[in-house]
C-alpha cells in the first residue's frame, strides 16, 4: 500500500503563486508516473499535470506556462509549482500515484480569490 500526503495548500490572491508537495512512502517511487489532479464542485476531477519515471512532463493548456510538476526520487516527493494563479484554479488538488496500481491522496485546498 502507498501512502500519499499532500501538503501546500491555502489562499492566495489572483496573480499569487503556491507551491504543493506530495509525499510518498514507497521506496519504489522512481518507478511511478506522478500526477495532480483538481476537483473544482460540482465538476468532474481533471488532470493537472503528471510527470513520468523518465522526467517527461504533461499538462492540459488551462495550466501550460504556469505550473510546474517535478520529482525528486531521492526524497519519493512529487511538487507542483504554481504561478499566476486565477480564480477557477480554486479546487481540491489531488496527489495520484500510478504503477501496477493506482494510489490517491486525501487532497489539498487550493483557493484563489479575485
Known amino acids: 500500500q502507498v501512502q500519499l500526503v499532500e501538503s501546500g495548500g491555502g489562499v492566495v490572491q489572483a496573480g499569487g503563486s503556491l507551491r504543493l508537495t506530495c509525499a510518498t512512502s514507497?521506496?519504489?517511487?522512481?518507478?511511478?508516473?506522478m500526477g495532480w489532479y483538481r476537483q473544482a464542485p460540482g465538476k468532474a476531477r481533471e488532470l493537472v499535470a503528471t510527470?513520468?519515471?523518465?522526467?517527461?512532463?504533461n499538462y492540459p493548456d488551462s495550466v501550460k506556462g504556469r505550473f510546474a510538476i517535478s520529482r525528486d526520487n531521492a526524497k519519493n516527493t512529487v511538487y507542483l509549482q504554481m504561478n499566476s494563479l486565477k480564480p477557477e484554479d480554486t479546487a481540491v488538488y489531488y496527489c495520484?500515484?500510478?504503477?501496477?496500481?493506482?494510489?490517491w491522496g486525501q487532497g489539498t485546498q487550493v483557493t484563489v480569490s479575485s
Open positions: 514507497s521506496n519504489i517511487f522512481n518507478t511511478y508516473t
Open positions: 495520484r500515484a500510478s504503477s501496477r496500481y493506482i494510489y
Open positions: 510527470i513520468n519515471s523518465g522526467g517527461y512532463t
